[in-house]
């Protein structure tokens, strides 16, 4: 599979990404126009615009620039769609081509590949368009292997940083945000909250040193949590102790009813599991930055920790508001 983060339909175009270095494919385009001898190589994307040219070897000629549409409806694609993964070579003189599209009307010859994504799903296809076909003959379509596989190392390469990427925001224990990822995504969500007039908490829990304490409850209190936030929200295994919640709330009592749905799923799991909490409340006004807003949390619940025992803690919990 894919990593979640790739989005298919997207134009490379689009992509800001060092991994896919549409210059270096420039490059291979245009080494493919001199060794057949061809008047363009282009390579085009299906994305959810359609096919789309992303790059092509350098040419005097306007058509087939970066960005150009190409018609769903021509005979040309029907024809891509349907052809082997060894290549195809299209005769474009042919009359009974029909609804060919003005973009070939000028050509006699169409070789094409298609380029896969690591999944095997379609990425587009490798054409050449006009080559020299005596010199190649049959083999002509195969030759374009070579460059195909060239094309498709880039885009592993572009997923396998998707995945590193992924990985290194996340806890390998319980596959939540870890402290990097939280810190990554949190400011742009929060910013986003307030643009839209929500009500913000930050809320920090860590389970009481008790005697009973097991590092699996980590992952318990992990996975309630994860359970217990909306799709909005972001919730993070901060350190090793310490989980962060980023909560959009309508109002400010919102905040205990989050801790105490918590609390309650905790104790329905384990009666021997102590939780700390510490919360603070933001309107959509609010300048105060995030990490002011995690201090403030951390402040709140080591506050609580030191002045209450764990017995009182499951009743309450100390919150700050700006």
């Known amino acids: 599979m894919l990593p979640h983060t790739i989005e298919t339909d997207i134009s490379l175009l689009e992509y800001d990404s060092p991994q896919v270095n549409l210059v270096r494919w420039m490059h291979q ?90 999944d095997s799903s379609l990425f587009g296809y490798l054409c050449v368009l006009d080559p020299d076909l005596d010199t190649q003959g049959d083999l002509a379509p195969r030759m374009l292997e070579p460059f195909q596989l060239l094309l498709q190392q880039e885009l592993s390469l572009l997923c396998q940083h998707h995945r590193i990427e992924s990985m290194s925001m996340r806890d390998l224990k319980t596959g939540m945000l870890n402290d990097h990822g939280f810190m990554m995504m949190a400011p742009r969500q929060l910013s986003l909250g307030r643009r839209f007039g929500a009500h913000a908490g930050v809320f920090v829990f860590e389970l009481a040193l008790t005697p009973e304490l097991e590092e699996r409850h980590h992952n318990l209190l992990g996975s309630i949590l994860q359970n217990t936030v909306r799709a909005a929200d972001l919730a993070a295994h901060f350190t090793a102790t310490e989980f962060v919640v980023l909560a959009f709330l309508d109002s400010e009592i919102d905040m205990g009813t989050i801790v105490k749905r918590v609390r309650n799923k905790l104790y329905q799991l384990d009666e021997t599991l102590e939780l700390n909490v510490g919360y603070c409340f933001f309107s959509p006004d609010s300048t105060v930055r995030l990490a002011n807003m995690l201090a403030q949390a951390k402040e709140a619940m080591h506050k609580h920790d030191e002045q209450h025992s764990p017995q009182q803690s499951k009743d309450d919990s100390l919150q700050t508001s700006s």
Not at 31 to 52: C, D, M, N, P, S
Not at 61 to 79: H, M, P, R, W, Y
Not at 90 to 111: C, K, N, P
């Open 29 to 118: 385009c245009e080494l493919l126009k001199r060794f057949y001898q061809a008047r363009e190589v282009i390579v085009i994307q299906h994305t959810a615009r359609g096919y789309e040219v992303i790059v092509r070897a350098p040419s005097d000629s306007q058509e087939f620039v970066a960005g150009t549409l190409l018609d769903d409806n021509c005979s040309i694609l029907e024809k891509l769609v349907l052809s082997p993964l060894e290549g195809v070579h299209i005769d474009l003189s042919d009359g009974r081509l029909r609804g060919l599209s003005s973009l070939f009307q000028s050509y006699q010859h169409l070789l094409a590949r298609p380029v896969m994504w690591p």
